[in-house]
């Protein structure tokens, strides 16, 4: 897979390349899209790999450090996927990608809003930065709050 957006290779019509910021929002959702699903799955499946160990050193005897070393491992990891939630990074990240890469092939095709040629370019930026914009917004959404005393938060 080459480093360029499949978006970019659609035949162009008569317009002004794709603004630069657009270019760069959208590889940068494409790229971390690809990391946090890597993540996920990675995470998850160094979790499981753990957590069957568990039993595992039990059934072959292992010294107790060793069990307790697989659990406490698999409830670190349980805790950082929480923490980090990488697949909902993932999601998001994705939603974000695929409402950019729409908003350029609308764009490329010259459609509703980017019927004028002058104004199509600054339209585009300002959508782009709109979803991303409602992407990090809805990220911010999802942090762990701290519990505030004398709340029920």
Known sequence: MGSRAWWEDLPKVEWPDVPPSVVTRGTWYRQNM????????????????????????????????????????????????????????????????????????RYKQALDEYGDPAAAPGILAARVEEICAEETGAWAQRLPRPAIPGTNH
């Not at 349980?78 to 409402?99: C, E, K, L, Y």
């Open 34 to 105: 690809h990391n946090a699903r890597w993540k996920a799955k990675l995470l998850d499946l160094t979790i499981l790999v753990l957590a069957a160990g568990v039993p595992f050193a039990v059934a072959i005897k292992a010294n107790n450090w060793i069990v307790a070393l697989l659990g406490s491992l698999t409830s670190l990891l349980t805790g950082m996927r929480h923490v980090f939630d990488p697949q909902g990074d993932w999601i998001s990240f994705s939603r974000a990608n695929v409402q950019i890469e729409t908003e350029v092939v």
